[in-house]
């Protein structure tokens, strides 16, 4: 049976320039190749274009209702700080979307897929049964935020704060929700565990890779160590900056003349600076095609300490036979084995002993990217992914 899926999201999933924006676009396309899909989302600029003719290629209805002004989002965050509706929630909260969304509900809709706990509000409000995708824990993240102990007192006090309010509202929105969707296991665990006695309606629907594309042969341009993603999202800020102070020095003495490319988007003038400060280091901001860089890499890094969800750059990284080197936090989520997939490393002196490791060790390096290229293959193609969650709506909201 054919749904109609109305589809909210913060942005028009193209391009595919951020790990959210990736599972956006995969699982929206595997919907409509089985369903009918409309996506209603805010205008965000020039990518609108291209954005909309992507989703007209795939079939799917799109349409922009305006985003907020500056002065209205200053306004949302100024809010935000006060409560109860924390931050990263209420700078997405638009009268006009909401309109919007209840004007096609009216038009005939049989759920609600919402992208991101903070498009959630908008599907509690539809009066139809809707969906609440989980990119990551929100709560979780702000929560290990609380606990880092490079930030100043009071930033860490604010992340508590935060973290308090958005576990009201992910502890409510995930109660109230037909489906709630979870990148691991892990993940379904602490929002479960966040609700006793509650029952939570839950699918886990992994993060997945486009293995053809990235394992096609190409072009490798010599990056040596590579970090990849979005540069405006504080886990990987944090992550970069605390990875060229702490363990690039090492690297650059076991490994002399290595170099470190950071690729991804909207990197701020004071983190190039930061970060190009250091000898060998590289910042590209965006790119049009990664994977040049995948090839040409030793190792791509993932020193990831705050976050929720699965890293897609793993996955990335897995299909293009690039050797990986993670923390566990970087590498949550994915079922790999380390040492068997990638190189598990916490401290600044294992990531320079594991670079070391596969400059000495071509074998090694090898049988690692081959392992984990199968295991991607078998495990976390966005095709496989996709048309189970388009069998799984199907089976709920049918009706049958």
């Given at each position: 049976?054919?749904?109609?899926?109305l589809c909210?999201?913060?942005?028009?999933?193209w391009?595919l320039?951020t790990?959210?924006?990736?599972?956006?676009?995969?699982?929206?396309?595997?919907?409509s190749r089985?369903?009918?899909?409309?996506?209603?989302?805010?205008?965000?600029?020039?990518?609108?274009?291209?954005?909309?003719?992507?989703?007209?290629?795939?079939?799917?209805?799109?349409?922009?209702?305006?985003?907020?002004?500056?002065?209205?989002?200053?306004?949302?965050?100024?809010?935000?700080?006060?409560?109860?509706?924390?931050?990263?929630?209420?700078?997405?909260?638009?009268?006009?979307?909401?309109?919007?969304v209840r004007?096609l509900?009216?038009?005939?809709?049989?759920?609600?897929?919402?992208?991101?706990?903070?498009m959630?509000?908008?599907?509690l409000?539809?009066?139809?049964?809707?969906?609440?995708?989980?990119?990551n824990?929100?709560t979780?993240?702000?929560?290990?935020?609380?606990r880092?102990?490079?930030?100043?007192?009071?930033?860490?006090?604010?992340?508590?704060?935060?973290?308090?309010?958005?576990?009201?509202?992910?502890?409510?929105?995930g109660?109230?929700?037909?489906?709630?969707?979870?990148?691991?296991?892990?993940?379904?665990?602490?929002?479960?565990?966040?609700?006793?006695?509650?029952?939570?309606?839950?699918?886990?629907?992994?993060?997945?890779?486009d293995?053809?594309?990235?394992?096609?042969?190409?072009?490798?341009?010599?990056?040596?160590?590579?970090?990849?993603?979005?540069?405006?999202?504080?886990p990987?800020?944090?992550?970069?900056?605390?990875?060229?102070?702490?363990?690039?020095?090492?690297?650059?003495?076991?490994?002399?003349?290595?170099?470190?490319?950071?690729?991804?988007?909207?990197?701020?003038?004071?983190?190039?600076?930061?970060?190009?400060?250091?000898?060998?280091?590289?910042?590209?901001?965006?790119?049009d095609?990664?994977?040049?860089y995948?090839?040409?890499?030793?190792?791509?890094?993932?020193?990831?300490?705050?976050?929720?969800?699965?890293?897609?750059?793993?996955?990335?990284?897995?299909?293009?036979?690039?050797?990986?080197?993670?923390?566990a936090?970087?590498?949550?989520?994915?079922?790999?084995?380390?040492?068997?997939?990638?190189?598990?490393?916490?401290?600044?002196?294992?990531?320079a002993?594991?670079?070391?490791?596969?400059?000495?060790?071509?074998?090694?390096?090898?049988?690692?990217?081959?392992?984990?290229?199968?295991?991607?293959?078998e495990?976390y193609?966005?095709?496989?992914?996709?048309?189970?969650?388009?069998?799984?709506?199907?089976?709920?909201?049918?009706?049958?």
């Amino acid at each position: 049976m054919r749904l109609r899926v109305l589809c909210v999201t913060p942005r028009v999933p193209w391009p595919l320039d951020t790990g959210g924006t990736i599972r956006t676009h995969y699982l929206i396309r595997a919907l409509s190749r089985a369903h009918d899909v409309k996506l209603v989302t805010f205008a965000s600029g020039a990518a609108d274009a291209a954005g909309l003719a992507e989703m007209g290629r795939l079939g799917i209805r799109c349409e922009l209702v305006p985003g907020a002004t500056r002065f209205d989002r200053a306004v949302q965050v100024a809010r935000g700080a006060v409560g109860p509706l924390p931050i990263n929630i209420r700078k997405y909260q638009s009268e006009a979307l909401q309109t919007r969304v209840r004007e096609l509900v009216r038009d005939g809709v049989d759920v609600v897929h919402c992208d991101h706990l903070h498009m959630s509000p908008y599907g509690l409000r539809s009066g139809v049964p809707f969906v609440m995708d989980e990119h990551n824990i929100e709560t979780l993240i702000f929560e290990r935020l609380a606990r880092d102990e490079s930030e100043p007192a009071w930033k860490r006090l604010v992340y508590l704060q935060q973290a308090f309010w958005l576990g009201r509202l992910e502890r409510r929105l995930g109660a109230s929700a037909s489906l709630v969707l979870f990148c691991s296991a892990i993940d379904q665990g602490v929002l479960t565990g966040m609700l006793p006695g509650a029952t939570l309606s839950a699918k886990v629907v992994p993060n997945g890779v486009d293995v053809e594309y990235f394992g096609e042969a190409g072009p490798a341009l010599p990056s040596g160590l590579v970090f990849t993603g979005a540069m405006d999202w504080t886990p990987n800020v944090k992550a970069a900056v605390s990875f060229v102070e702490e363990a690039w020095p090492l690297v650059r003495r076991q490994l002399p003349g290595t170099k470190l490319t950071v690729v991804g988007r909207n990197p701020s003038a004071s983190l190039r600076e930061t970060l190009c400060a250091a000898d060998g280091v590289e910042v590209t901001g965006t790119v049009d095609d990664v994977r040049p860089y995948l090839r040409g890499a030793l190792a791509m890094i993932v020193p990831i300490r705050v976050g929720s969800g699965t890293r897609l750059k793993i996955l990335t990284a897995f299909a293009a036979r690039t050797p990986v080197i993670s923390t566990a936090v970087g590498i949550e989520g994915i079922e790999a084995v380390p040492g068997t997939h990638y190189l598990h490393a916490e401290t600044a002196e294992e990531f320079a002993d594991c670079a070391l490791c596969l400059q000495r060790d071509p074998g090694l390096r090898e049988r690692m990217v081959e392992a984990a290229f199968n295991f991607t293959h078998e495990r976390y193609s966005w095709e496989t992914i996709g048309a189970d969650l388009a069998r799984d709506y199907a089976r709920r909201f049918g009706g049958g």
